[in-house]
């Protein structure tokens, strides 16, 4: 039995998290569970998973503890609770799946204490890939991809060295606008939610329909297996049945396939190296019939190379790239900016950057609590 952190409990990944420690039964003990502002629901899931911990912003405290009542269950704020729930030595994995630049100190603080990182935030590894890297070096920390694609390099690799790999292809549904011909300036807000493949919190969905996403997971990928960016091709695979693949230095290819489900990559990365069995829906491939590839437009979607270039760059670009963008999806779903002026300030205030090389950790905050105190 192992101990167990959920950051981003609430969440889209933190339901299919709670179904797949359903499913593995026994095997985890959750210890802490996390949430923003989602009391009443962080309240419920308490007293379903009865962890030692909860933790939720310092405005909902009081909500959260009378809900909790009669229960032994102690209530954290996000201040010192994530904190704890990353470095308690008792902790042996934490699931990171929060969103956005808030789940950078967790991703921090785990690879510091030398904890098994079941990574969903992304957002960890564009800002401080290199850093987080440097960390898990040290101490012995690990991560292991949430994201599907990253998983499905994983379990093409097969245990296999990092240099074998000759190139990654990395599959992207294309998203809602994937046929678009014409601008995106006034698209819906609903619209850009609507993704085609994947059910998904507000934020990443718009990611994924500007494709910054795919952007941030060539990002992911070259800080998770030790890549160049050039080593890593993004097509657009509308049936998602590939989830990516790896092309070896003697030309053979591996992909791994799947329904589009988050359950088996997270199942993948908490029970790694083993397989569990796991009741879902199956590929029909009789069903699916045939499978289509395409180049990604990158007029339409100039957020892919942004996102190349901001990693070609390095230092403190990708964190500008990280946050701007965070900042302006928020923005875009407020009804305040339009689609199209997403990606447009991100290369805006990335070309106004000075970067820093080779950042420090609390370089890497400053520069990202300076463009939240400035933009948002
Ligand atoms: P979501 O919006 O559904 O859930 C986000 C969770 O983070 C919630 O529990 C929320 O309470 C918590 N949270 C939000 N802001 C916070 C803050 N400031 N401090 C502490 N906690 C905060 O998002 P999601 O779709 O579950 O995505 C979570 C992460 O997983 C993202 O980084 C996303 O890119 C990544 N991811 C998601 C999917 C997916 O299928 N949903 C797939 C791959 C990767
Ligand atoms: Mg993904």
Redesign the pocket.
């Known amino acids: 039995m192992k101990n167990l952190s959920i ?8 339901d299919s998290t709670l179904k797949v420690l359903d499913n593995l039964k026994g095997h985890f003990k959750i210890m802490y569970m ?5 009391y009443k629901k962080l309240a419920d899931l308490a007293k379903k998973y009865d962890p030692e911990y909860v933790i939720i912003d310092k405005v909902f405290y009081k909500d959260l503890k009378e809900l909790l009542g009669s229960t032994k269950i102690k209530v954290l704020t ?1 201040e010192d609770g ?1 904190i704890q729930a990353t470095s308690d030595p008792r902790v042996q994995v934490v699931v990171n ?4 630049s ?2 950078l100190r967790p991703t921090i603080t785990a690879a510091e204490h030398g904890k098994v990182i079941a990574l ?4 960890s590894l564009v800002m401080a890939g290199e850093n987080v890297n440097k960390l898990m070096k040290k101490t012995g920390a690990k991560i292991l991809p ?3 694609e990253h998983s499905a390099i994983l379990q093409s690799l097969n245990g296999e060295e990092f240099s074998t790999i000759h190139r990654i292809i990395l599959t992207a549904s294309g998203g809602p606008f994937r046929d678009r011909k014409d601008s995106l300036e006034n698209v819906t807000i609903a619209d850009a939610l609507a993704h085609p493949n ?1 059910s ?5 969905s718009i990611d994924s329909a500007t494709m910054m996403n795919k952007g941030f997971e060539l990002i992911e990928a070259v800080h998770l297996f030790d890549l160049k960016p050039k080593q890593i091709d993004i097509i657009i695979h509308p049936e998602s049945a590939i989830h990516s693949m790896v092309e070896y230095i003697d030309g053979s290819v591996i992909a791994q396939l799947g329904l589009p489900n ?1 359950m088996l990559p997270i199942q993948y990365a908490l029970t790694y190296p083993e397989r569990k069995k796991m009741d879902l829906p199956r590929l029909n491939f009789h069903k699916l019939g045939t499978m289509n590839f395409y180049e990604p437009d990158r007029k339409l979607f100039p957020a892919i190379d942004v996102a190349i270039a901001a990693i070609n760059e390095g230092g403190t670009v990708p964190v500008v790239l990280n946050t701007v963008n965070e900042i302006m999806v928020y923005k875009f779903l407020q009804g305040k900016i339009k689609f199209t002026e997403i990606v447009e300030n991100v290369e805006k205030e990335i070309s106004k950057h000075k970067k820093i090389i080779n950042p420090t950790i609390d370089q890497i905050f400053e520069v990202n609590d300076e463009i939240w105190k400035r933009l948002h």
Do not use: P, R
């Open positions: 950051l981003g409990a609430t969440g889209s990944i933190g996390s949430a923003n502002n989602n996000n994530l799946a929060i969103v956005g808030f789940g969903a935030n992304k957002e949430i994201d599907s994947w998904m919190g507000d934020k990443i988050m």
